[in-house]
């Protein structure tokens, strides 16, 4: 069974930094397509990014320049580095797999990002 635990969220002023991490079990990491999600209060789930087995890379248009996805195979987790923090960017974050074999997905449970002066 798939268990993906998300973790690095907190409370951070505007301008800041955070990185938030998620660990993966229960599935050969290596040849599946990992993301970042996001869903504020009111608001629709959307994309943050997401990395691919080959390593390819998408970002959301709102968090280019700022924000950085990455993937350790060996370890089985994905980061995001979070720059230049705005309010906008408040919002639970959740880790996603998604394995291209059989087109199943799977999300963490999430992490609280928040960011106020």
């Known amino acids: 069974q798939v268990h993906l635990v998300e973790s690095g969220g907190g409370l951070v002023q505007p301008g800041g930094s955070l990185r938030l991490s998620c660990a993966a079990s229960?599935?050969?990491?290596?040849?599946?397509?990992m993301g970042w999600y996001r869903q504020a209060p009111g608001k629709q789930r959307e994309l943050v990014a997401i990395i691919t087995s080959g390593g390819s890379i998408n970002y959301a248009d709102s968090v280019k320049g700022r924000f950085t996805i990455s993937r350790d195979n060996a370890r089985n987790t994905v980061a995001l580095q979070m720059n230049s923090l705005k309010p906008e960017d408040t919002a639970v974050y959740y880790c996603?797999?998604?394995?291209?074999?059989?087109?199943?997905?799977?999300w963490g449970q999430g992490t609280q990002v928040t960011v106020s002066s």
């Open positions: 229960g599935t050969t990491f290596s040849i599946t397509a």
């Open positions: 996603y797999q998604y394995r291209p074999s059989t087109g199943a997905g799977f």
